[in-house]
């Protein structure tokens, strides 16, 4: 067992004080969007006793990582543990599946574009599929809604239906995902004239603010994203999505080519071990409206708030991922009982109280500290507190 020191990353949309709190460090005025705990190489986690890098250290110990995902992987960590704190919408995105990220960054090597090239779509050839776990109530959009009712809120707010036709016609007259499809990348280029539709949209959406279930919170999320995103175009293309209001405890899986945004609230993050991010909108970075096309899943579908289900001591948030597996661990004082995911290399990260690892070694880890457990060791865990484990799924 090898104590980790985790990487901070600083991006606008983070909170001032959600990760600092976590970890017991000081503010420093600066946004901590995301607390990374892993071997990604744009911000490896370090041994904390060695100061040597996870991944370097992974490539000279690779006993490790256990049998079934060095098969499945190779020698890397399959997955990466995040903590997410937004105090501002992200990027609407969506993440290509493993066939479509080799092929793309096959093709984007052939071309010789750089890794750092912001027109870049696909730097690594792996998937990305996404796990949210509330840690405060958390607020995301996530794949599209049904039309009709897309369309029912939309009428609910008063839009005149020739303001809004020309844009939400396709979903009317034909509804299904070539619909979506349609409605979705011409709202992300929607051009000067039609800028009156998204100005009428909000007016509407002005007078339903106080308005209660689905009506005032589709109103208050259309201002809500104009005030951090003011005149995007792009805020149509978000109000086609689900709106998904997640309890503490409570996840969203976001699986390849699911369009989606987190909007606010902190959470744990676990995902593949990748780095390939297609935008769709809210943004000022790259937009490849026809990688979109190739990639995004447009079928309608209502979102599975997912719960933890019992696993021995511990419970487990069900998925059906290759890459990653994510338990939370909940500790009563002396009561020992065996790390789950064994024969797995394992990370962990306390949120609050403490968790005692017993094996080989004695560790006790605090709120904001955590470990790597390797896949030969079998550690029996006690305490007082409540963390998280993620492994991979193999």
């Not at 792996?126 to 949210?132: C, D, R, S, T, Y």
């Not at 607020?139 to 809604?145: H, K, M, T, V």
């Not at 259309?222 to 995007?232: K, N, Q, R, S, V």
């Not at 289900?309 to 009561?335: H, K, V």
Request: with cysteine; hydrophobic share 40%.
């Amino acid at each position: 067992m090898h104590s980790l020191t985790g990487v901070v990353k600083h991006y606008d949309w983070g909170s001032l004080d959600a990760i600092p709190t976590l970890l017991r460090q000081s503010e420093d005025g600066t946004p901590w969007a995301e607390y990374w705990l892993g071997a990604h190489s744009a911000g490896p986690a370090l041994l904390s006793q060695e100061d040597t890098r996870l991944d370097t250290w992974l490539q000279s110990h690779p006993d490790a990582l256990g049998e079934s995902e060095r098969q499945a992987f190779g020698v890397r960590l399959p997955y990466l543990l995040k903590v997410l704190a937004a105090n501002e919408p992200l990027s609407l995105q969506a993440h290509p599946s493993r066939a479509e990220a080799q092929a793309g960054f096959a093709a984007e090597e052939a071309k010789g574009m750089p890794i750092d090239d912001p027109d870049r779509n696909f730097k690594d050839d792996w998937p990305k599929p996404e796990l949210i776990v509330a840690l405060t109530p958390f607020e995301a959009l996530s794949g599209f809604r049904k039309p009709a009712q897309t369309l029912e809120l939309f009428d609910a707010l008063g839009v005149e239906d020739d303001i809004i036709r020309p844009t939400l016609g396709p979903l009317r007259f034909r509804g299904g995902a070539a619909a979506l499809a349609e409605v979705f990348l011409d709202c992300l280029t929607l051009d000067g004239s039609r800028y009156d539709i998204l100005n009428q949209v909000l007016a509407a959406a002005v007078n339903h603010t106080s308005d209660d279930g689905d009506v005032g919170r589709f109103a208050r999320l259309a201002i809500m994203l104009d005030e951090f995103h003011p005149g995007d175009p792009s805020l149509l293309a978000a109000l086609l999505l689900n709106h998904i209001e997640l309890a503490p405890g409570e996840a969203l899986h976001n699986r390849a080519g699911v369009i989606h945004s987190y909007l606010r609230g902190t959470g744990i993050e676990i995902m593949a071990n990748s780095d390939n991010v297609l935008r769709a909108g809210l943004t000022n970075k790259h937009v490849d409206h026809a990688a979109l096309a190739r990639i995004v899943d447009f079928s309608p579908e209502t979102p599975v708030v997912l719960s933890p289900e019992p696993d021995g001591a511990a419970w487990r948030y069900p998925t059906d991922e290759e890459e990653f597996e994510l338990w939370r661990l909940q500790t009563l004082a002396d009561n020992k009982a065996p790390l789950p995911g064994g024969g797995r290399a394992r990370l962990v990260l306390v949120i609050d109280g403490h968790l005692i690892l017993r094996g080989d070694q004695t560790m006790d880890l605090m709120q904001g500290e955590s470990a790597f457990i390797g896949a030969d060791e079998s550690p029996l865990m006690s305490g007082e507190g409540t963390a998280f484990m993620a492994a991979p799924g193999v």
